[in-house]
């Protein structure tokens, strides 16, 4: 798509916001979810997901793009916590630390760019389930591997 700026597309046709950001030489594209009804072990990107991407980012670039240009894709799935809602538009992406009767500490939903905060919430859970002092949490410091 050219250009070292990434852009994004607020709302297309159906709601979702489709997003371009340069990486290696190239531009990742994506949007946000569709609901799926069955779980898969290997989600991938669709046929139908990977053309409705190229229509939508072809209204707005000069340069059209075609399925051919394409040199990879990917798909995953996000864990979203239902609150009685259908739409998964809707649905909170935050995250849930959740504690049952047998002292188990679940993280239920959030996303990948809040890793750090639901790490911090769980191990602050896991110490005031555990009668532990409580004490600074230290992942907002830490590099990650290759940092």
Same mark, same amino acid.
């Given at each position: 798509?050219?250009?070292?700026?990434?852009?994004?597309?607020? &709302?297309?046709?159906?709601?979702?916001?489709?997003?371009?950001l340069?990486? &290696?030489?190239?531009?990742?594209?994506?949007?946000?979810?569709?609901?799926?009804?069955?779980?898969?072990?290997?989600?991938h990107?669709?046929? #139908?997901?990977?053309?409705?991407?190229?229509?939508?980012?072809?209204?707005?670039?000069?340069?059209?793009?075609?399925? #051919?240009q394409?040199?990879?894709?990917?798909?995953? /799935?996000?864990?979203?916590?239902?609150?009685?809602?259908?739409?998964?538009?809707?649905?909170?992406?935050?995250?849930?630390?959740?504690?049952?009767?047998?002292?188990?500490i679940?993280?239920?939903?959030?996303k990948?760019?809040?890793?750090r905060?639901?790490? &911090?919430?769980?191990?602050?859970?896991?110490?005031r389930?555990?009668?532990?002092? &409580?004490?600074?949490?230290?992942?907002?410091? /830490?590099?990650?591997?290759? #940092?």
């Open positions: 798509l050219g250009g070292s700026d990434g852009f994004l597309i607020p &709302k297309t046709d159906d709601g979702r916001v489709i997003f371009a340069p990486w &290696k030489g190239g531009t990742l594209v994506g949007t946000t979810e569709i609901p799926v009804t069955a779980i898969d072990p290997n989600p990107a669709s046929d #139908a997901e990977i053309d409705y991407l190229i229509e939508h980012l072809n209204r707005y670039i000069e340069r059209q793009i075609t399925r #051919a394409i040199r990879g894709s990917y798909a995953g /799935l996000r864990p979203l916590i239902r609150a009685g809602s259908a739409s998964t538009a809707a649905l909170s992406r935050e995250h849930l630390v959740e504690v049952d009767r047998n002292g188990l679940s993280v239920l939903g959030g990948w760019t809040t890793y905060r639901m790490a &911090k919430d769980a191990i602050d859970t896991a110490a389930v555990a009668g532990l002092a &409580k004490v600074p949490s230290r992942t907002e410091g /830490l590099h990650l591997v290759n #940092a």
